[in-house]
């Protein structure tokens, strides 16, 4: 049951947090407009192809200013995030996680007042991305370190990965929610995730528990019982225990009537142990140009949308929640077959060659028709999102209960911390390309988005040579050579 409640509340709270970040996507398409499509100008005294834009975005710069808005949120947010897994480690999960969620409801309403209290100034909805992006870094190392706890390794890969589809239901919901509003009062696309995510939040600061031991059951296993030999001690090689499907480290959690009394806590690990462990520079570096992509998307697909296949505001919002339907498909295969395979690097790798191609058709052929840009979405969704998704949480969750820590779970948030950190690089780095290079043409955004998923796959050559070698030993072994 606290298992149950565990993923329910950690779901709805990540759910909420990606909520909330959506809706400045759907609602760029109405800070400047198709002014001409609307008909004649009621306002003589202003320009006729702008009249109904919302200034200070209704010049000819208008892709530069939404790219800074994005580059404010992301670049607080991959900063707040190398610090945030420091204080998780430190501070009570629950205390610090339910704060973060109603500081980011207050900014994100705070944003969208700006409607309603017609503020046309840009420092105050940069200030109010800065903010946002800060607080909002308490999300994710205090959701994995949560689930962390409470589960072990082996089905980790299948059940984050159903449990990360909070990501896109997110962005779903965030969407459907800013569509609503979006053509007439966009504020209301701000200020009602807003009062969600700090609803949200109050209910998890209620029920969410942080450790088994609280509530006086035993923590799950993360390793095998039966010990490792030397040369599999590397989370990127397989072990001759852990062959598909193989859920030993799945220990069942028990539960005593009466809390355990607490035992002497282990000391947090520091940001340059944490870096040690082996695989964390390999899959942080990859989650950066992986994250890239998907934050690309995440912030100027409905304005692509909107742009080339000709749809309204709200229409290409609707359609952009396809790509993250695709995520959510992309990120249970991933975990998946990761699970059976035991190759998490493998798994990443080859969605992300196969990735590659599939941004390339969808840029050419996608909007051919409604069908296809239907297709095409899903299978793109699917093949950005899975790796992405694989990463920050069955492999963050590996590598923050790694078995050079030798039982030390305090490492959980700030690996968790420096992966997602490192990727929130890329996710602010996506976005603010796509400003720049966006005004010479999509072609070569998408070109962009190609070249990184590229790097990706090859920052873990290394990992993936690895687990091939694991691979071909365990089968070796099996066979009795």
């Known amino acids: 049951r606290y298992r149950g409640l565990t993923l329910v509340l950690t779901f709805l709270c990540y759910t909420s947090y990606h909520l909330s970040r959506k809706p400045i996507s759907i609602v760029k398409s109405q800070l ?73 409801g207050l900014f994100t309403m705070l944003f969208g007042l700006g409607y309603f209290w017609d503020i046309h100034l840009l420092w105050y909805f940069i200030i109010m991305q800065v903010f946002n992006g800060l607080v909002q870094t308490t999300g994710w190392p205090s959701v994995v370190t949560c689930i962390g706890n409470w589960f072990g390794k082996g089905k980790r890969g299948l059940i984050m990965g159903i449990w990360n589809s909070h990501t896109s239901v997110g962005n779903i919901l965030g969407s459907l929610i800013a569509g609503v509003w979006v053509s007439s009062a966009w504020g209301l696309s701000f200020v009602v995730p807003g009062i969600i995510i700090t609803a949200v939040g109050i209910i998890c600061f209620f029920f969410l528990v942080e450790y088994p031991e609280d509530v006086g059951c035993s923590p799950p296993l993360h390793h095998d019982a039966g010990g490792v030999t030397s040369n599999e001690k590397d989370p990127e090689a397989i072990t001759a225990n852990e062959g598909p499907l193989n859920i030993s480290g799945q220990s069942s959690t028990i539960c005593s009537n009466s809390p355990k009394e607490p035992a002497e806590e282990p000391e947090a690990i520091s940001f340059l142990g944490a870096l040690r462990i082996p695989g964390v520079v390999e899959f942080s570096l990859c ?151 966006s005004p010479t043409g999509w072609n070569n955004v998408f070109y962009m988005l190609i070249a990184a998923d590229v790097l990706a796959c090859l920052l873990l050559t290394r990992v993936v040579v690895k687990e091939v070698r694991g691979w071909c030993g365990y089968m070796a072994r099996k066979r009795g050579y």
């Open 32 to 104: 400047h407009p198709n002014c001409s499509a609307l008909g004649p100008n009621p306002r003589n005294d202003s320009n006729s192809s702008t009249w109904c834009s919302w200034a200070p975005f209704d010049g000819d710069n208008y892709k530069e200013l939404f790219g800074a808005l994005d580059n404010a949120f992301l670049v607080a947010y991959a900063i707040g995030m190398f610090i945030s897994g420091i204080f998780g480690e430190r501070l009570p999960l629950r205390y610090y996680l339910s704060g973060g969620m109603v500081l980011s």
């Open 287 to 437: 989650l950066l140009f992986a994250k890239l992509v998907s934050y690309t998307f995440l912030y100027w697909l409905p304005l692509y949308i909107v742009n080339v296949a000709h749809f309204g505001a709200k229409e290409a919002g609707d359609l952009s929640t396809l790509f993250d339907v695709g995520g959510i498909l992309g990120g249970i295969f991933a975990g998946l077959i990761s699970d059976y395979a035991g190759s998490r690097a493998t798994t990443c790798c080859t969605m992300l060659v196969i990735a590659a191609p599939m941004l390339f058709l969808y840029n050419h052929i996608g909007q051919n028709g409604i069908g296809t840009s239907i297709a095409m979405l899903i299978v793109c969704g699917a093949l950005v999102n899975g790796p992405y998704a694989l990463i920050t949480t069955a492999v963050s969750a590996d590598l923050g209960t790694h078995e050079s820590l030798e039982g030390n779970a305090k490492a959980l948030s700030t690996v968790t911390a420096i992966i997602d950190g490192t990727g929130s690089v890329g996710a602010a780095l996506g976005p603010l390309l796509a400003g720049l290079i």
